[in-house]
Every structure is written in C-alpha cells, then in structure tokens.
C-alpha cells in the first residue's frame, strides 16, 4: 500500500521540486552535496531533539529534513554528469547513517528516562541495518533483494508519526510504534533472506 502511495505521489512531487532542483544546479549545488547537508541536518536534528525527548517538535523538523532526501536523486538526473555509482553509495550509507542515529537519539532518551523500550529500540536498529546489508549482500551476488514489508520509508513513517504523536501527550503510542517498528524490520530481515534462498536453490 506505502509503495502505491509513493509511486502515485512520484509525479506530482517531482513536479514541485524540480524547478527548486534547477535553481539549486545554477547556484552550484551537487547532488553529492545534498546529500551531505541533508544526512548532516538529520543527525544534528535527530540528536538536539529526540535525546532530549522533544518528540512533537523533533518529528516536525525531521519530516521536513527527511523530505530534502528527494532533491538530490532530482539534481543527479538534472546534472550534466547524470546519476553516479558514487554518488549513490553514498546517499545509501548516509540513509543507514541517519536511521541509526534517529533510532540512537531515542534509546538515549529512553535511558535517561528510565524507560524500559531501550530493547525494543536495540532490536530496530540492528534488524534496520540487517535490511539493507541483506539488500547489498544480495545484489553483490547478481541477485535482486528488494520488496518486503518495511522498506525505509515504511520504517520512517512508522517511527515518526509513533514519536510525533507521543509528543503531543498520546499515551502508549511511542511503545506500540516501537515494537511495531522491532516486528516489521525483522520480518523484512526474514523476507529477504527468503528472497535471497529462493533465487539460489
């Protein structure tokens, strides 16, 4: 259902960002670049805010940093030089590194607050990076890995709109978002291994 909404939402955004993608080639911004700033505003944002458990305005700053992670796949096209293997290894390794720092920022906040989600908040960030590196794995072997139940942006959206409405007072929510978010990234982890067993037998 995620994955209809983004490919139906696709045009429309892409529309909308692509005269902001032209203005930002002429000022001399790369998508290397963008990509950079964006990780950068990311952890900056996920750290000053969700460690500190200021989790309503945290996801308002987030959603809208996150959002940034569309320009610069639009700039690569836009570019004379086109998209780069380079430039993609990098926006992938710089997602990882955002996650896990936005899942990080909360299990801090969980610590200093006593709270005892901090294994459900461990069991997200290993079984989020294990998704990609099952991905990367695969697709290093010549196989295709990709599909699941929670995908990045499944996984974001769950997260955020979990710790956005926990900070507007919503009671139990942040731990239901959480072990959804612990269940669905580790049933991804399975589904792909299954992928990968499947193509291989």
Known sequence: MVSMLQASLRAPVTRIITPLCRGLLRLGLTANAMTVIGSLATIISAIY???????????????????????????????????????????????????????????????????????????????????????????????????GFAERTERLVILLVAAGLSGLGTPYVLAIGMWLLAIASTLTVLQRLMIVYRATQ
């Open 49 to 147: 805010f969700f460690a500190r458990g200021e989790l309503f305005v945290g996801t308002i700053v987030l959603t809208v940093v996150v959002l940034t992670d569309l320009l610069d796949g639009t700039l690569a096209r836009m570019s004379e030089a086109g998209p780069s293997k380079w430039g993609a290894l990098l926006d992938s390794t710089l997602d990882r590194v955002g996650d896990s720092v936005i899942i990080g920022s909360l299990m801090y906040w969980f610590y200093q607050s006593h709270d005892r989600l901090i294994p459900v908040a461990l069991i997200s960030l290993v079984a989020s990076g294990l998704v990609s590196y099952v991905k990367a794995r695969a697709e290093s072997l010549q196989l295709e890995c990709s599909g």
